[in-house]
């Protein structure tokens, strides 16, 4: 059987760019993984290890799954129950992506917004 062709590193990332652009709220930030939130909280990021995660409520999540026969984010050896990884070929497609994506921007702002740092006094 046919391996499937690998995308590299660097497309990936210009691809989540991609993706990210599409919402015109959507801020990209991160210097070494990059990712997205709203309020404190992750809704995406493009992981180290090469795969675009994207946060999801429950029944998107469980029709995304099964959709695009992908897997929940495992990370450090943790599932991430919220986050599902994205197909490689499915990254490719940003018109086809773009709904989950913006599903993902909507979910994250349903969510408690975490405080940011506090400041030191002097």
Do not use: C, W
């Not at 921007?105 to 400041?119: D, I, R, V």
């Amino acid at each position: 059987m046919p391996k499937k062709k690998e995308t590299p590193a660097d497309e990936k990332e210009l691809l989540y760019n991609k993706l990210v652009a599409t919402h015109p709220d959507a801020v990209l930030k991160g210097d070494t993984i990059p990712y997205t939130s709203l309020n404190g909280n992750m809704y995406s990021y493009l992981s180290r290890d090469g795969f675009v995660a994207l946060r999801l409520p429950e029944d998107v999540r469980k029709k995304f799954l099964e959709k695009y026969k992908t897997t929940l984010v495992t990370a450090y050896g943790i599932v991430q129950k919220e986050y599902v990884t994205v197909p490689d070929d499915l990254l490719m497609k940003t018109g086809e992506l773009k709904p989950y994506f913006h599903m993902s921007y909507e979910y994250a702002g349903t969510l408690k917004p975490k405080g940011g740092k506090k400041k030191k006094k002097d």
